[in-house]
């Protein structure tokens, strides 16, 4: 395929997009979006300081937009760019696999920065849940990234015209109906206490323990990642670490938690950190204030008949 030095975006009804623009222009002077879904999205997205846009039409009634996927390859494919940046929601993931699939490149995800390198492309990418960071170079083309979406800034530039291609979108699925996610009402950030549970807990019942030491010393619930994306035993807000909630409390108890660093980053900058955990040797103990050693289920029980508000 005869690769053109262009960058494109392609665009999955979501008009925030200047992050992936400013990113774009970093890699080219022409960008050119390619939008599926509603037209109001294709002209924000062509007031956002895009060189041309391209779109797929106003989607049918129950359309959902992944229905596009192949029109968007084939037109991304037309115009053989030497890159194609989408964003790593769901819908972007569904849009940058088909072109992958099309084009047979593979999908660079998780990237946080491009910047030219000579002729190549330089792609950093946030790995190990964001522990580290890597830097690849793309040597062929095209390259096919899946970067952080939204809005970065006002657009810049006048808008351009929007330019409706041909689209055949599959019919083999139907939107049905969009329901909001339900956000549990937790603000751990601003908690000054916080009691954390891991995987020391025996059973779900057994979190009455431990929302019992919370309310004896005003604390907020929190858990490390198996509680809240394994058993689902607690809500997905309520998980520290890597993947959830960095906060500073200016108490963090970790009960049951063995302190891996997916974990202990979301607490680097908690005031005091007091672990209850029965193994001696658990991670925890090297990066606590206090530690105690023993069993969760005598240990949690006596601080919060010593703690608890006395009438
Ligand atoms: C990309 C990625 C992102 C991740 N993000 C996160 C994240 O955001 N947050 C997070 O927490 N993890 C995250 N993890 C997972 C992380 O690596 C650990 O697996 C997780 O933190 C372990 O949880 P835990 O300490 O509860 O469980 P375990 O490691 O199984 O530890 C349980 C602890 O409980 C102790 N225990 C057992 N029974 C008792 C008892 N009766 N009384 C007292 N103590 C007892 C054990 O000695 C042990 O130390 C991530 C992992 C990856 C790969």
Same mark, same amino acid.
């Given at each position: ?7 494109? +975006?392609?665009?999955?009804?979501d ?14 002077a ?5 939008v599926a879904?509603r ?11 895009v ?20 029109d968007?390859a ?22 940058l ?18 910047e ?19 830097r ?13 979406g ?6 810049s530039?006048a ?5 409706e ?6 019919t ?15 603000n751990?950030?601003a ?6 549970v891991?995987?020391?807990l025996k059973?779900?019942?057994?979190l ?18 198996p ?17 959830g909630?960095?906060?500073?409390p ?15 980053v ?5 005031g ?11 991670? +925890? ?13 005598t ?8 703690l608890?508000?006395k009438?």
């Open positions: 395929m005869n690769v053109s030095s262009q960058t494109w +975006i392609v665009v999955a009804d008009p925030a997009v200047t992050a992936l623009v400013v990113a774009a222009r970093a890699l080219s022409e960008v050119t979006a390619v879904g037209r109001a999205t294709a002209e924000s997205v062509a007031a956002a300081g060189d041309r846009v391209l779109w797929l039409g106003e989607p049918a009634e129950g359309t959902p937009v992944e229905a596009y996927a192949p968007v084939r037109t991304v494919a037309d115009g053989a760019p030497r890159a194609v940046l989408g964003s790593s929601d769901g819908a972007g993931r569904v849009m696999g088909a072109i992958a699939a099309l084009l047979q490149a593979p999908v660079l995800s998780g990237v946080i920065a491009v030219h390198d000579g002729d190549q492309i330089g792609v950093t990418r946030s790995v190990f849940g964001g522990v580290a960071e890597r690849d170079l793309v040597t062929g083309g095209p390259a096919i990234i899946a970067l952080a939204g809005d970065v800034g006002d657009p530039g808008a351009v015209p929007v330019e291609v041909t689209a055949n979108p599959l083999t699925g139907r939107l049905t109906g969009v329901r909001k996610k339900e956000k549990a009402p937790v751990l950030g908690a000054r206490t916080v009691v954390a891991g995987r020391g059973a779900k019942a057994d009455a323990l431990i929302t019992g030491l919370a309310d004896a010393i005003g604390g907020e619930l929190a858990c490390s990642r509680l809240a994306e394994g058993v689902d035993w607690i809500p997905k807000e309520r998980n520290v670490g890597i993947s909630q960095q906060i500073a200016e108490l963090y108890v970790a009960i049951g938690i063995s302190g891996q660093l997916q974990h202990m979301g607490v680097r900058d908690a005091v950190i007091v672990a209850v955990n029965s193994d001696k040797a658990a991670l +925890i103990f090297k990066q606590c204030d206090y530690g105690i050693v023993g069993d969760l289920y240990v949690v029980p006596a601080l919060t008949a010593a608890a508000p009438p």
